[in-house]
């Protein structure tokens, strides 16, 4: 059935979103690209839609305000509310879902709203849906979300954004962040692919999911995160088969048991230099580029991502001669301003 959806994603990469959405669903068009937001037509079912790890959040769109121009709030639940031509005959609603709540949100943060037109919109859709409200602990979540751009949409929500600080270890990349910087790398069947600063493994286990490679390797130099990842792969092997995957403790300044030439790709993020102590962070660039120039191919490509850009701006200034910058990308991470950058080797 062809409807219309939207998928939030993180800041900064729309460009990445759109090239790779059509990749993994079945788009008949993209109406709507804004950062952080995508809009889009699919006959794709809910399901496939949730597996997609490069995206937060999916709604069905039940309505689309364009252009919001002098309505507030308020008016703009009126409208849903005398909106005949809305179509709550969702399919998958039918399948155990027994209770909502409605979440109204402005520019990304939660507002609270005039109680009794709430009120009135939560009869409107219990009487076309026949589901029951829980706000506490709701099945569904019908949301209207309001932008900063001066559009608004109401939909269903279908995917729920756990609350990641409970799940994710201090350090530990949000996995679709994960994912997104694998996707820079432009994956491929033959990759041997490496993430020297792995850490909790957020990075290759992102990239195992993506698609088809030949080797993952996976490194860092703390042998207690090196022992978690282990186990944590042991845990996905039971329900998936991972072949060629290696976790070992290494010094990714110094990998002297990799070849010149071996690795096709590196994704990876470095210490930020901000929670561990690093003397000489310069130093610890200028050797990291070095032995990352030695690793990989030609044309191998490297996406690191960097919170300290200004000290990584001027060690890369010093190597220009050995990578091309072929992209750059600003986002937050934890709230901190962070780049990714996608370098090219030359040899
Ligand atoms: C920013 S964290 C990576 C976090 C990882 N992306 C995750 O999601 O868990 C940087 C990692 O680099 C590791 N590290 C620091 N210096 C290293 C070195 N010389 N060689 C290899 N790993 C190193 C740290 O132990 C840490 O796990």
Not at 45 to 61: A, H, P, Q, Y
Request: net charge positive; aromatic share 10%.
């Amino acid at each position: 059935m062809k409807r219309t959806y939207i998928s939030t994603f993180i800041t900064g990469f729309q460009s990445v979103i759109a090239d790779n959405l059509p990749r993994v669903v079945n788009i008949f068009s993209i109406d709507l690209l804004l950062d952080g937001l995508i809009m889009y037509q699919s006959n794709e079912e809910i399901k496939s839609i949730k597996r997609i790890n490069f995206i937060n959040n999916s709604f069905i769109v039940l309505k689309f305000f364009k252009d919001i121009g002098s309505l507030n709030t308020d008016s703009i639940i009126k409208n849903i509310i005398l909106d005949k031509s809305i179509d709550y005959n969702i399919p998958e609603l039918k399948n155990n879902r027994s209770s909502f709540r409605i979440i109204v949100s402005s520019e990304n943060q939660l507002i609270s709203v005039n109680k009794k037109l709430l009120n009135d919109l939560e009869i409107k859709i219990t009487k076309n849906t026949k589901l029951r409200i829980n706000k506490l602990k709701p099945d569904l979540e019908f949301w209207i979300s309001i932008r900063s751009e001066g559009c608004a949409f109401f939909g269903l929500r279908f995917t729920k954004n756990p609350n990641q600080e409970k799940y994710l270890a201090k350090g530990e990349l949000r996995p679709e962040l994960a994912s997104i910087l694998c996707l820079l790398s432009e994956p491929n069947s033959d990759d041997i692919f490496l993430d020297p600063f792995c850490g909790y493994g957020s990075i290759p286990i992102q990239r195992i999911y993506i698609s088809k490679y030949k080797t993952i390797l996976s490194y860092d130099i703390n042998n207690e995160l090196i022992n978690n990842l282990k186990s944590k792969i042991k845990n996905i092997q039971k329900s998936k088969n991972i072949k060629n995957f290696f976790v070992h403790n290494t010094d990714a300044l110094n990998m002297k048991f990799l070849s010149d030439n071996y690795i096709d790709k590196i994704v990876t993020d470095p210490p930020w230099g901000f929670f561990e102590k690093i003397d000489n962070l310069d130093l610890f660039y200028s050797k990291m580029l070095k032995e990352f120039h030695r690793v990989v191919k030609n044309n191998g490509i490297m996406v690191l991502l960097v919170a300290n850009s200004g000290t990584f701006d001027k060690v890369l200034e010093e190597y220009k001669s050995l990578f091309n910058v072929e992209n750059k990308y600003t986002t937050l991470v934890s709230g901190k301003k962070t780049v990714i950058y996608k370098l090219k080797n030359i040899k």
